[in-house]
């Protein structure tokens, strides 16, 4: 595709549900990234993957939050237990290499309202 | 503590003065900084790194060790500059630190 893709681009959901928001990286980037980014702040990372494992998850808030590379493409972020300080709009980026301070390319990003 | 500080939660200039965001950070390691811009509607994305000490779109940022700042500059704003902006650090650990961002308004 020409960028990385984020869908739902909008998702509303009454708080204890469970939410899934997917992110389709560039064709052939082999890192990927989701970032959380609430009201009046800059993106903020929680969990990176390298392939299809995750190389760095040390930014997820909690256990309710759990994120999936399968196939090393598609990435899934996973909440359980919806609480409405989750609502933010959730960032995915991905880039062509690893280890190395490289550009990373953002999605249009998930806004998740929790109500 | 890896933190970037953006002082400026808005900055209001007019078109044809020049313009300086803020940008600090702290790190005990070497540091590779970034600028990326989100223009509205539309995603976020890099304007610029230190490494390539390249001026994109008329804007310059130089990393100051000393100070610990990586201030982005432009001499002349454009109305089309009008942007949020983030100062971004990268630890050399796969995390990209980001700070709250600067909103720039150039008024006509």
């Known amino acids: 595709g020409a960028g990385v893709s984020q869908t739902p681009s909008n998702k509303v959901t009454e708080k204890g549900k469970y939410v899934e928001l997917r992110c389709d990286p560039i064709?052939?980037?082999?890192?990927l990234y989701w970032y959380r980014q609430s009201l009046g702040q800059g993106p903020e990372f929680l969990i990176y993957f390298q392939g299809t494992g995750a190389a760095d998850d040390s930014g997820l808030p909690n256990d309710r939050f759990f994120a999936v590379r399968p196939e090393g493409s598609v990435s899934t972020l996973k909440i359980q237990r919806t609480e409405r300080g989750d609502s933010a709009v959730y960032l995915c980026?991905?880039?062509?290499?690893?280890?190395?301070?490289?550009?990373?390319?953002f999605g249009q990003g998930t806004r998740l309202t929790v109500v | 503590a890896q933190r970037v500080t953006q002082p400026e939660k808005l900055l209001s200039v007019f078109k044809g003065a020049p313009v300086e965001l803020k940008c600090n950070y702290s790190?005990?390691?070497?540091?590779?900084l970034f600028w990326y811009v989100q223009y509205s509607r539309q995603r976020l994305q890099l304007l610029l790194r230190?490494?390539s000490r390249e001026s994109i779109k008329g804007f310059t940022a130089d990393l100051n060790k000393g100070e610990t700042s990586f201030h982005l500059k432009k001499p002349f704003a454009q109305e089309e500059d009008s942007a949020m902006y983030y100062c971004a650090l990268y630890t050399g650990g796969f995390k990209t630190i980001f700070g709250a961002g600067t909103r720039l308004f150039v008024k006509a």
């Open positions: 790190y005990s390691g070497s540091p590779e």
């Open positions: 980026a991905s880039s062509p290499r690893v280890g190395e301070s490289t550009e990373a390319f």
């Open positions: 230190h490494i």
């Open positions: 064709s052939g980037h082999t890192a």
